[in-house]
């Protein structure tokens, strides 16, 4: 208790000291503006548009320098300087108290600093989606950061009486060690180097506490340093208290016990590294930390996985702090495997062998990095690539896979891990796929699959199916042999037993009688279904060749194994060869076609030809443009199959080609398939008040002239979409924290249909329509646009994005013998399964590359989220579980809503406003303390 009293007094003294002095009002004062200014104009918040705080923990490490630097600079010069040094020494209280005393004083009064910081993330969690994990690490990191920085100034002025010469030397011994681990200061020596640097150095520890990772190796030592330099000022006090030239036991004891303690505080640090990283992920969808789902895709090997780390010592600047991230990410693979997995380091460069393997087999080859500084620049041919081998097969990812640039016009460039977990998981996940296709196709299949042919007797045949159906007969019977009891076949006659069977499958499925043409009163069955207990597949009958027999049945029989690789059917926008060139007025997808291509076995689909690859699992059909009769019914037959068709359309495109934005009426040919199966897209474009950027050619009226010019708008065609607006309890929607959505149409749903019905966009209730063709942003000489909402106008919500599921009939139903399968074998079929979809998003342009690459030079980042609505409905759709979970960890960079300036300016004034309302209740506190000390000093000398 008396111990914990003198603490308490030194250090209430101590703080009563500081707030009695102005210079400490000016340090306070000038902390809380500093950060305001550097956060809002330095760093320009909101032209980032990404909803965090890191750009102020980013400054921290500075700030608190000089901040550190001035709470300790008087604490003991001035003890020397004023002579109540030697009376501190002489007192029977042990000098420890002294020195954790002024310690607690200066770290109260960092952390009352701190708070008048905590308005930046309390009103960016207000006006956006936070992710509060990373803030509690920075506050925890700047905290601890803190303490090591006030306990060095205080050894430093416990060696001198000049409290300007323990400024100036506490600023330096910080500084040197902040920089010792900085890019800045690694970036001249070699990836081993750096990485001893980092572990020595401070920056790079509050670096990794910052994005939200609390690591027991982290927490060891900022505690040690801080121990260490505490110590060391209570050793520097005691050192006055010894006679010269004694060596005295107490003296030897000293010694002994500061070196003992020291030895131990390094070797711990220098032990605990080697152990296995025990840490804490805060960030809110634990992005540095294996989930469940990657756990789950590991617990699938059945064979040893490789996982090999190509990293040079000579590398860009900027992409050696990722390297110590991606190992312990690395080495919690290996842990998580359980045996399976191998994880290996290797610099290519040490060993020409391992060089020629990784370029010969591997196809990995190093990476040109431009290195620049003040004295030289150089061209460093750099490894940073992860490869993934298991078994024969291989995958292999580059920096482009593994990291995200973000640039600021105000800033360097911030590179960063872009969501690592992701990214190998989704490599592992493709390996064990393509190994599983090369080997028995029923290893994948969970429960037994049964072929069912629901075929006419023989008799009733004609006979190319008699034929065809004593041809697949060997073949049924080899894959049931090598099924290992998990295939078996069966053919059923409909027209047997009073045709109950017929009626039932034509109820059903919509399986209707065949003829061989319109003429023919004889009629027959020939249908094929794969089924398990959960769901029934019918297998295509166009062509009815034997050699494609197999093929047909390996596809339907790939719907039963989910672990093996999709195949989407893409049909995108035909080009011509004027139009391939870059100033081509059609959409291109490229973007589109690399991410299907890296997750999904892709063919690019020509419906022209009424029908779709009987390969494809899924359909997805881009921008179409004057689809004919064989286009529209090779949809709609792969719909009544119990298909899934994802349609990206509208009744206009965006001509972006010119110096102008021009809009073109764009007939996809699909406007009255959807109106019979109860969708309409609007002939209108949706504009909403809740917007994102555009970099727009705008046309201003000033005097008798016109002039145009590129500038930074909201633009309402741009709608921002963010949730209720993207459907928070679906999955293909509800991972993704905003969407841009250029130029869209509404949709109207027809509800009496019977199907299932799921909205997954939907603009906020501030939208209107509008049917002009004007597109193109004007400001008038009184600065009002062209765009602006009209403010008599019918304002509501309009659906962007459905979903319609169930029993869906055939648009050709009606009128079979004039459809485009009126002369096939297979007829038309007429019904859909309950499996059956509709994927509707009403706008040609959101996934195109030119909008995509706008947004990029308004974010300064590349902006995918439209391909990531696209991906998660791919996922949903063929139930890749566990890759949608997994890709739904890429999905927490968090960006600001549209706001306008002067929201913007409210902002700023709340915070700053805070901090001089924190600061005055700071001074209106002490002078209620001084009162009260004069008020009991007052009553001491009455008595």
């Known amino acids: 208790m008396a111990t914990n009293s003198a603490l308490r007094r030194v250090a209430q003294k101590e703080v009563r000291l500081f707030f009695s002095s102005p210079v400490a009002w000016l340090f306070l004062a000038t902390f809380a503006t500093a950060t305001g200014f550097i956060f809002f104009w330095v760093e320009s918040f909101f032209a980032r548009n990404i909803a965090d705080i890191r750009p102020l923990f980013e400054w921290m490490p500075v700030l608190l320098i000089f901040l550190c630097a001035s709470l300790t600079m008087r604490m003991w010069s001035e003890e020397r300087q004023n002579g109540t040094l030697e009376h501190i020494l002489t007192l029977p209280a042990a000098l420890w108290q002294f020195v954790i005393g002024k310690f607690w004083a200066c770290l109260t009064l960092l952390l009352l600093a701190l708070i008048s910081t905590l308005p930046l993330p309390i009103t960016v969690s207000l006006v956006a989606n936070l992710d509060w994990g990373p803030v509690y690490g920075g506050y925890l990191a700047t905290v601890l950061l803190g303490a090591t920085y006030l306990a060095i100034g205080l050894f430093v002025s416990a060696r001198t009486e000049n409290p300007i010469v323990s400024l100036i030397a506490t600023v330096v011994m910080c500084s040197t060690l902040y920089l010792l681990g900085s890019a800045m200061f690694t970036g001249f020596f070699d990836v081993r180097t750096g990485e001893i640097l980092r572990l020595l150095g401070s920056g790079a520890r509050f670096e990794s506490i910052n994005r939200g990772i609390i690591d027991l190796r982290d927490l060891l030592y900022y505690c040690s340093l801080t121990i260490a330099f505490l110590a060391l000022n209570i050793v520097v006090l005691e050192k006055q208290r010894w006679a010269k030239r004694a060596g005295t036991a107490r003296q030897r004891a000293w010694r002994s016990g500061i070196a003992l303690l020291l030895g131990n505080l390094l070797l711990a640090n220098v032990w605990l590294p080697e152990l296995p990283a025990v840490r804490l992920d805060l960030t809110e969808g634990k992005l540095f930390t294996v989930s469940q789902p990657t756990h789950i895709v590991l617990n699938e090997l059945q064979e040893p996985l490789l996982i090999r780390g190509y990293f040079s010592d000579q590398t860009h600047s900027l992409l050696a702090p990722l390297v110590p991230q991606l190992k312990d990410l690395l080495r919690e693979y290996e842990v998580a495997g359980?045996?399976?997995?191998?994880?290996?380091?290797?610099?290519?460069?040490?060993?020409?062998?391992?060089?020629?393997?990784?370029?010969?087999?591997?196809?990995?080859?190093?990476?040109?990095?431009?290195?620049?500084?003040?004295?030289?620049?150089?061209?460093?041919?750099?490894?940073?690539?992860?490869?993934?081998?298991?078994?024969?097969?291989?995958?292999?990812?580059?920096?482009?896979?593994?990291?995200?640039?973000?640039?600021?016009?105000?800033?360097?460039?911030?590179?960063?891990?872009?969501?690592?977990?992701?990214?190998?998981?989704?490599?592992?996940?493709?390996?064990?796929?393509?190994?599983?296709?090369?080997?028995?196709?029923?290893?994948?299949?969970?429960?037994?699959?049964?072929?069912?042919?629901?075929?006419?007797?023989?008799?009733?045949?004609?006979?190319?199916?008699?034929?065809?159906?004593?041809?697949?007969?060997?073949?049924?019977?080899?894959?049931?042999?090598?099924?290992?009891?998990?295939?078996?076949?069966?053919?059923?006659?409909?027209?047997?037993?009073?045709?109950?069977?017929?009626?039932?499958?034509?109820?059903?499925?919509?399986?209707?009688?065949?003829?061989?043409?319109?003429?023919?009163?004889?009629?027959?069955?020939?249908?094929?279904?794969?089924?398990?207990?959960?769901?029934?597949?019918?297998?295509?009958?166009?062509?009815?060749?034997?050699?494609?027999?197999?093929?047909?049945?390996?596809?339907?029989?790939?719907?039963?194994?989910?672990?093996?690789?999709?195949?989407?059917?893409?049909?995108?926008?035909?080009?011509?060869?004027?139009?391939?060139?870059?100033?081509?007025?059609?959409?291109?997808?490229?973007?589109?076609?690399?991410?299907?291509?890296?997750?999904?076995?892709?063919?690019?689909?020509?419906?022209?030809?009424?029908?779709?690859?009987?390969?494809?699992?899924?359909?997805?059909?881009?921008a179409p443009q004057d689809l004919d009769e064989e286009s529209i019914f090779a949809i709609d037959q792969f719909l009544m199959r119990g298909g899934t068709v994802i349609l990206a359309t509208s009744p206009f495109t965006a001509d972006t080609g010119g110096a102008a934005l021009k809009l073109r009426e764009r007939n996809s040919g699909l406007q009255d398939w959807l109106q019979h199966n109860g969708l309409n897209i609007g002939d209108t474009l949706v504009l909403d008040t809740q917007s994102s950027s555009f970099h727009a050619p705008v046309s201003r009226a000033s005097g008798n002239y016109d002039f145009q010019e590129l500038q930074l708008i909201d633009y309402p065609y741009f709608i921002d979409l963010r949730s209720p607006g993207l459907a928070p309890n679906h999955a293909a929607t509800g991972s993704l924290p905003q969407l841009t959505m250029a130029w869209a149409s509404p949709i109207t749903v027809q509800r009496d249909t019977g199907r299932h019905i799921s909205v997954l966009l939907k603009s906020s209730p501030n939208a209107w329509q509008r049917k002009s063709k004007d597109v193109m942003p004007t400001i008038d000489a009184n600065g009002i646009s062209n765009l602006r909402a009209p403010p008599d106008g019918k304002r509501s919500s309009r659906n962007l994005g459905v979903v319609m599921q169930g029993r869906f009939t055939s648009f050709f139903a009606d009128r079979e013998q004039h459809s485009p399968g009126a002369n096939k074998p297979g007829g038309v079929l007429d019904r859909s399964p309950e499996s059956a979809r509709i994927v509707l998003y009403s706008s040609n342009d959101f996934m195109s590359d030119r909008v995509l690459k706008s947004l990029v030079a308004v974010s300064g980042t590349q902006y995918l989220g439209p391909v990531d609505l696209f991906m998660n409905t791919l996922d949903w759709a063929l139930q890749d579980e566990q890759l949608l979970q997994i890709r739904s960890r890429a999905h927490f960079n968090r960006t600001l809503p549209p706001m306008e300036r002067r929201a913007q300016l409210l902002i700023e004034y709340i915070n700053y406003g805070f901090a001089l309302l924190w600061l005055v209740l700071l001074a209106m506190a002490a002078w209620l303390q001084r009162k009260l000390l004069r008020r009991r000093y007052r009553k001491g000398l009455s008595l």
């Open 338 to 622: 359980k045996g399976k997995v191998r994880v290996e380091f290797v610099d290519p460069a040490e060993d020409p062998e391992t060089e020629r393997e990784a370029n010969v087999r591997y196809g990995i080859s190093a990476t040109p990095f431009h290195i620049a500084d003040r004295h030289q620049s150089s061209l460093v041919n750099a490894y940073f690539n992860i490869l993934v081998a298991y078994g024969s097969e291989h995958r292999s990812l580059g920096f482009a896979d593994l990291i995200e640039v973000h640039t600021s016009p105000k800033a360097t460039a911030e590179v960063k891990l872009r969501n690592p977990e992701y990214d190998i998981s989704h490599a592992i996940k493709k390996v064990i796929f393509d190994y599983r296709s090369g080997a028995n196709l029923f290893d994948s299949i969970a429960e037994p699959v049964e072929f069912i042919g629901y075929v006419s007797a023989e008799e009733r045949l004609p006979d190319y199916l008699r034929s065809y159906k004593e041809a697949i007969l060997p073949q049924l019977e080899l894959a049931e042999q090598n099924s290992n009891g998990k295939f078996s076949f069966r053919f059923i006659d409909p027209e047997a037993h009073d045709g109950s069977v017929a009626k039932r499958i034509a109820e059903r499925w919509g399986f209707k009688p065949m003829a061989i043409s319109e003429t023919d009163t004889e009629t027959f069955h020939f249908y094929m279904t794969l089924a398990d207990p959960q769901q029934v597949v019918e297998l295509p009958t166009e062509n009815f060749n034997p050699a494609s027999f197999r093929l047909i049945l390996d596809s339907g029989l790939k719907r039963f194994a989910p672990g093996l690789t999709r195949i989407v059917a893409l049909a995108l926008p035909a080009q011509t060869p004027a139009q391939a060139g870059a100033s081509a007025d059609e959409p291109t997808f490229s973007n589109l076609e690399r991410a299907i291509s890296g997750d999904y076995s892709i063919r690019l689909e020509d419906l022209s030809d009424s029908s779709v690859t009987p390969e494809a699992d899924i359909l997805a059909v881009v």
